[in-house]
């Protein structure tokens, strides 16, 4: 029998399958051996063990369209990245980081910024002059308080699979109960933020999958703080492939190799000092760069 994972916690993993039941499934032992791990969105052939009990084995991992290590997910359409305006201020650092390997890895990825009723004009105006050049979508929405909207992000949410992720206290969770078609029956727990710190309380501890009313599946993830890339990842040489807007400048660099560090006459540069492209855009690039040259290989 086929379906797909939907959420997987402590080891088991809960697949729907073709017949809209749930099983709760182990994976077969020989994965471990084949150096695999099933994903929240994989599509899996499960054998029933009880069908009483609705328990299983995830006996195999169909064919992947992709997957992902940060969040690790598999099979989805695009990806949604959101942060709020204020209460927490942006981490533009981690946010770039995202896009880096979301890009490197094909997934076409949409910026949220919510909590837009709390921002003044000015914020919303920088941050739409730093990412109008990112090659990604940007919304300001409002999803909490009395009268929450999420505007023409609806659309771009219908009819697809969308892993969303974020920090925590970021309005994820509210998101979700958003998009809610009985609109007053919650989905996801929301959580409080931390007076203390100023991040939200973690409340979503695991990777799932949330069908919500007929047009929108939403897999949710964890928050974080915190967001490194590796050699692994991307490599030095080719991180500035992933921030599009240096493009148009690059060609007339007169170094061809020119990593947009410390040569000299950079065009690149140039641009930044000019305000032709975000300080903050350009300031996560040096940073990513100088943490992989600072990695070593072993």
Same mark, same amino acid.
């Given at each position: 029998?086929?379906?797909?994972?939907?959420?997987?916690?402590?080891?088991?993993?809960?697949?729907?399958?073709?017949?809209?039941?749930?099983?709760?499934?182990?994976?077969?032992?020989?994965?471990?051996?084949?150096?695999?791990?099933?994903?929240?969105?994989?599509?899996?052939?499960?054998?029933?063990?009880?069908?009483?009990?609705?328990?299983?084995?995830?006996?195999?991992?169909?064919?992947?369209?992709?997957?992902?290590?940060?969040?690790?997910?598999?099979?989805?359409?695009?990806?949604?990245?959101?942060?709020?305006?204020?209460?927490?201020?942006?981490? !533009?650092?981690?946010?770039?980081?995202?896009?880096?390997?979301?890009?490197?890895?094909?997934?076409?990825?949409?910026?949220? $910024?919510?909590?837009?009723?709390?921002?003044?004009?000015?914020?919303?105006?920088?941050?739409?002059?730093?990412?109008?050049?990112?090659?990604?979508?940007?919304? $300001?929405?409002?999803?909490?308080?009395?009268?929450?909207?999420?505007?023409?992000?609806?659309?771009?949410?219908?009819?697809?699979?969308?892993?969303?992720?974020?920090?925590?206290?970021?309005?994820?969770?509210?998101?979700?109960?958003?998009?809610?078609?009985?609109?007053?029956?919650?989905?996801?727990?929301?959580?409080?933020?931390?007076?203390?710190?100023?991040?939200?309380?973690?409340?979503?501890?695991?990777?799932?999958? !949330?069908?919500?009313?007929?047009?929108?599946?939403?897999?949710?993830?964890p928050g974080f703080t915190s967001l490194l890339v590796t050699e692994e990842d991307v490599s030095r040489d080719e991180l500035k492939q992933y921030f599009p807007e240096f493009a148009p400048y690059e060609t007339k660099c007169p170094f061809k190799d020119c990593s947009h560090i410390k040569e000299r006459d950079c065009a690149v540069r140039s641009a930044v000092d000019e305000g032709k492209i975000a300080q903050s855009r350009y300031n996560?690039?040096?940073?990513?760069?100088?943490?992989?040259?600072?990695?070593?290989?072993?």
């Amino acid at each position: 029998m086929n379906g797909r994972i939907i959420k997987a916690l402590s080891g088991f993993y809960y697949v729907k399958a073709a017949n809209k039941k749930l099983y709760e499934c182990k994976a077969k032992g020989s994965f471990r051996n084949e150096h695999l791990t099933p994903l929240v969105g994989d599509q899996v052939r499960i054998e029933v063990i009880d069908e009483n009990e609705s328990t299983g084995t995830v006996a195999e991992i169909l064919p992947r369209k992709n997957s992902l290590i940060r969040p690790a997910v598999a099979n989805v359409d695009q990806a949604m990245v959101v942060f709020s305006v204020r209460n927490p201020y942006p981490n !533009y650092s981690i946010l770039d980081r995202f896009l880096v390997l979301m890009k490197k890895q094909g997934i076409e990825t949409i910026i949220v $910024f919510n909590k837009k009723d709390l921002a003044k004009s000015d914020d919303l105006k920088n941050i739409k002059a730093a990412y109008k050049k990112s090659g990604c979508k940007v919304y $300001f929405i409002s999803a909490g308080g009395e009268r929450p909207s999420l505007g023409s992000l609806k659309l771009q949410l219908r009819n697809k699979i969308t892993v969303m992720a974020g920090p925590s206290g970021v309005g994820k969770s509210t998101i979700l109960n958003c998009l809610s078609r009985a609109g007053n029956e919650e989905v996801a727990q929301v959580g409080a933020i931390s007076s203390k710190v100023g991040r939200g309380k973690h409340t979503t501890r695991h990777n799932e999958i !949330y069908t919500v009313g007929r047009s929108y599946q939403i897999v949710d993830t964890p928050g974080f703080t915190s967001l490194l890339v590796t050699e692994e990842d991307v490599s030095r040489d080719e991180l500035k492939q992933y921030f599009p807007e240096f493009a148009p400048y690059e060609t007339k660099c007169p170094f061809k190799d020119c990593s947009h560090i410390k040569e000299r006459d950079c065009a690149v540069r140039s641009a930044v000092d000019e305000g032709k492209i975000a300080q903050s855009r350009y300031n996560s690039y040096k940073a990513i760069y100088e943490e992989l040259k600072s990695q070593k290989k072993f």
